[in-house]
C-alpha cells in the first residue's frame, strides 16, 4: 500500500493492517528458518510497510496531541 493510501484509513484500520503485516512477517521467520521460504524480498516489503503505518499512526497522534494542547 501506498503512503496515501494508508493515511485513507482510520487508526483502527491501520492497527488492524499492522497486527496482520506482523503476523506474516512471523509466518515468512518461520519459513525461512525451516529452509522452505521462496521469496525472501517479501519480508523486506512487510517490513517498510508496517513503519509506514507506524508512521501515520504517530503522525496523527501528535497531531491530535497538539491540537488538544
Do not use: H
Not at 529452509?35 to 509506514?52: D, F, H, M, T
Amino acid at each position: 500500500m501506498k503512503i496515501q493510501e494508508l493515511r485513507e484509513l482510520s487508526v483502527d484500520e491501520l492497527n488492524a493492517r499492522r497486527r496482520e503485516l506482523r503476523q506474516e512477517m512471523l509466518n515468512l521467520r518461520m519459513q525461512q528458518q525451516s529452509g522452505q521460504l521462496e521469496n525472501p524480498s517479501r519480508i523486506k516489503v512487510l517490513r517498510r510497510e508496517v513503519a509506514r503505518i507506524e508512521t501515520v499512526v504517530t503522525d496523527r497522534t501528535r497531531t491530535a496531541a497538539a491540537k488538544a494542547a
